[in-house]
């Protein structure tokens, strides 16, 4: 049996073992998702509910950690 690894793949482990894919945009929002995201980080969605939009989209939360990172 052989292993292949691919040179993006070996790259993408080493950045996240040390701690540098964090910095990586997320996927830009639609119109729906970024009026989702400013009612969560208001506080005017309950973590049981955002837990269900981020299964649905867990790009959603990238978004979240990326701005709570930033302020």
């Not at 540098?20 to 980080?41: G, K, M, N, T, V």
């Not at 973590?47 to 990238?62: K, N």
């Amino acid at each position: 049996m052989s292993i292949h690894f691919t040179v993006s793949g070996l790259t993408r482990n080493l950045f996240h073992s040390l701690g540098l894919d964090h910095e990586r945009a997320p996927r830009s929002l639609d119109a729906e998702q970024s009026l989702l995201l400013e009612c969560y980080l208001a506080g005017q969605i309950p973590e049981s509910a955002w837990s269900d939009y981020v299964f649905e989209a867990p790009e959603l939360q990238r978004h979240v950690d990326m701005r709570r990172r930033h302020h």
